[in-house]
């Protein structure tokens, strides 16, 4: 099975950009997209996240990211859907930018590592980006398929565990007509994954994310990370915004 992998921006943060790159650009003001991924292929309607529930649209964060904002139902009506027609959400991870529309996806099969939802009822002190009220409705439900391992959701759509962000970070191998791509289960730009030339000057490869489990392992995940596609897509990369499919 073949999909396409298009990129809806629901969402925006605007912060330092130290926050995506680890020791680097801090003092940047930055604006991220927050993205839900529909893959589209196949007899089953895929998310993979679902956005923000209020976002924030203004001409100025438009401009920062190049691209347009939509609500949730926005953007699923879009491709002719809407929330009641998802049939399977897929999780990179349950901080709350990635998780507040779940609830309305009542039919959807949510598919999540188990270690987000300890993550999500019992989070370290640290990590202030978990909100239990965004998933209670759905594990209440039933709704939600914790994972421990690497797993093969559909034919061609496969999370693989990449804790390089949070504990239970999951990243989503997908097969489309122009190779394999790779969403990230990590929070970063293609900065991270591509330095600029001072800092591979350094004999660094990649740059950690800014909020990580630990510097060094993020690293050596991101590294591996590049490697497992033909395409490596950055949760928050501001170019995807104004693609429609990604890759082109």
């Not at 395409?231 to 693609?243: D, I, N, S, T």
């Amino acid at each position: 099975m073949k999909y396409s992998v298009h990129p809806i921006c629901m969402g925006t943060k605007m912060f330092d950009k130290g926050m995506m790159t680890y020791q680097q650009g801090y003092g940047t003001p930055y604006t991220i997209p927050i993205y839900t991924w529909y893959i589209e292929g196949g007899d089953k309607k895929i998310l993979v996240d679902t956005g923000e529930m209020q976002p924030i649209i203004s001409d100025e964060r438009e401009q920062a990211i190049g691209g347009k904002i939509y609500t949730f139902e926005e953007g699923l009506a879009k491709y002719g859907l809407t929330p009641e027609d998802i049939d399977i959400v897929i999780h990179t991870h349950l901080h709350n930018d990635h998780c507040e529309n779940d609830y309305k996806c009542v039919n959807a099969t949510i598919y999540v590592h188990e270690k987000e939802m300890e993550s999500a009822y019992n989070p370290h002190p640290l990590d202030f980006r978990y909100l239990e009220d965004y998933i209670d409705d759905v594990k209440e439900n039933g709704q939600i398929v914790t994972l421990s391992e690497d797993t093969e959701v559909l034919p061609g759509i496969t999370m693989i565990h990449t804790p390089a962000h949070t504990l239970g970070g999951m990243s989503v191998k997908i097969e489309t007509d122009k190779g394999s791509v790779l969403i990230c289960g990590f929070c970063t730009i293609l900065e991270n994954l591509e330095p600029p030339i001072e800092v591979r000057a350094m004999e660094m490869d990649v740059i950690p994310p800014g909020t990580n489990t630990g510097p060094a392992d993020a690293y050596d995940i991101l590294v591996r990370a590049k490697e497992m596609a033909d395409h490596v897509l950055p949760l928050h990369e501001p170019k995807w915004a104004g693609m429609e499919t990604v890759p082109e």
